[in-house]
């Protein structure tokens, strides 16, 4: 059984940084690609990176390039999501995501974690 836990969301100062994390148990890192979302209440979730092949391949959503920077450990099997420079727009519930190994879908999400943003 496939689980995401996220954590490390929480209130932050704007122009501060925060690293979420995404603990992953039933799959493997280094096998399955991971990923990360936001959404904000009355939209739709929205792709912010994700990363494949333990690492070989990583992708950005345009919004965050260079102020997010997400990255992976195998060994402990979690990913992280770097966020420097945060605004008040970046604020939202975070999920964290992942395929089933060569599946071309997202196949499972974590409950979230809520990064607040303020002035």
């Known amino acids: 059984q496939v689980q995401l836990v996220e954590s490390g969301g929480g209130l932050v100062q704007a122009g501060t940084s925060l690293t979420p994390s995404c603990a992953a148990s039933?799959?493997?890192?280094?096998?399955?690609?991971m990923g990360w979302v936001r959404q904000t209440p009355g939209k739709e979730r929205e792709f912010i990176a994700d990363i494949t092949r333990g690492g070989g391949n990583i992708g950005y959503a345009d919004s965050v390039k260079g102020r997010f920077t997400i990255s992976g450990e195998n060994d402990k099997n979690t990913v992280y999501l770097q966020m420097n420079d945060l605004k008040h727009e970046n604020a939202a519930v975070y999920y964290c995501?992942?395929?089933?190994?060569?599946?071309?879908?997202?196949?499972?999400w974590g409950k979230g974690t809520q990064v607040t943003v303020s002035s």
């Open positions: 995501e992942a395929k089933a190994q060569y599946s071309t879908i997202w196949d499972y």
């Open positions: 039933g799959l493997t890192f280094s096998r399955n690609a």
